[in-house]
């Protein structure tokens, strides 16, 4: 049986403090005046205070020969997502929900978040969001992408499985990133739902008021967004867009979620183009390898990526995540399910505990006193 968790009718983003970027108000076009300062003009170079200062920033370039084995890796099933938004961010193109169903996600907490000293090895996460950048964020073992997706979760505790105190006080967000490259052969690319969904429903302007309700798809499965190899690296690393606030868990893919469709590329482009708060256009005198968005830009342009930032004293983990099924604790393929070790049993007894995650997670609610509020922040 499955339980939704049906947010309140009236859907609000509320600022829950100075660390969040890329809210928005409902009901007025105005968007954090602080946020309004800043761009990817350099790419993040000209970014101020924990984005110039800060020793644990993301994002990183990986190399996967130089990762340790974690010890333990993330329990994943981010679960389907209902009352599908899209947002025009200015710096991005941003889907989010008013439910979500069959979460069952745990990771590891990596000695993050204050969780050693208080004898918590792993913490449930919710989804909020996914977005895009292009050209990606993340290089791994060298090399580049087209486009990088980041699906921003937190650390909650509506399992009734504790989270370190840290996280009650502030939201702890983990982040899943997948990368994407487009093929110019009509026969190897393919479309993606996940692209598609940003890329088909992307407001020209920016904020909440403009938002796409999306009707169709009903639902999105969360999981589709994620490639059938689960290895990834896992970092502590940062928000990769002001503040550029630290203690983020990074686990981004290896492998790349599959070649889109040059066709699909390229409206993607288009749409994030016209979407984010804008450079000039540039010429180029290569029109050849040039994409038209209204002005001549080239192919893997760097149009809202922050650049590789040092890894400084950081370890990089090498780990492969487990593909959960509904009930906690139980892996979705029999040969792994026994045993996956977590104790994360739902203090309740409730038969829809794996049901019981929704968009309004209880870190936010908690820090704002209760009032509902969804994040949209970029990472
Ligand atoms: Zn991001």
Redesign the pocket.
Known sequence: MHSLFVAGSGRKLLKIGDNFPGLFLVGSNKRESDLEEWDYNQNGADWTETCSTGLEQSPINIQISSAKPASSGAHIKFGTAEGLIVYNTGH?IQAEWKVLTESNTTIPTNDMWGAKAEGIDRVAIEPLQF?I?STC?HIVNGEGCQIEL?LVSVATNSTGVPIPKQCQSSPCYAVFGVKYDFSSDPLVGSEDSGIALLADNAPSKVGSDAATYVETPETFDLDALFPDDKTYINYQGSL??PPCSEGVNWHMFTAPRRQISIAQYENLQSKLASALVTRACQTFEDERRTVNFGCQVPYGSRNNNRGIKPLNDRTIYKAEAIVMGNEPGVALNATDSSPVSQSLAPSSSSSSGNVMMHYLHPVAVAAMGGVMAALAL??
Do not use: D, K, P
């Open positions: 991005s977005h950048h964020e980041h990769t867009a970029m990472t």
